[in-house]
Nanobody
């Protein structure tokens, strides 16, 4: 059974940094495309970053240059390093693989 467990959210001031982690189980992680989404109340989930099995990455335009997605295949973990955080980054962040989702972790950025 697939499990995705996020951690690392919290509250920071504008300009601060956070690192989110998502530990996966139940599938062959090293070949899998992994994604981070975020969602605010009343809005649809938005794709923030993706990392492919070969290590290639892509980002939403709003986070390019500030966020970095990475993976540690030995730990079955994908990370999202978030720097220069802005109040508009405030959201619940979710780890995703195909139709599977984590429980989400809250990120709050105050001005």
């Amino acid at each position: 059974q697939v499990h995705l467990v996020e951690s690392g959210g919290g509250s920071v001031q504008s300009g601060g940094s956070l690192r989110l982690s998502c530990t996966a189980s139940g599938f062959i992680f090293k070949f899998s495309t992994m994604k981070w989404y975020r969602q605010t109340p009343g809005e649809q989930r938005e794709l923030v970053a993706v990392i492919f099995g070969n290590g290639d990455t892509d980002y939403h335009d709003s986070v390019k240059g500030r966020f970095t997605i990475s993976r540690d295949n030995a730990k079955n973990t994908v990370y999202l390093q978030m720097n220069s955080l802005k109040p508009e980054d405030t959201a619940t962040y979710y780890c995703n693989r195909i139709q599977y989702w984590g429980q989400g972790t809250q990120v709050t950025v105050s001005s």
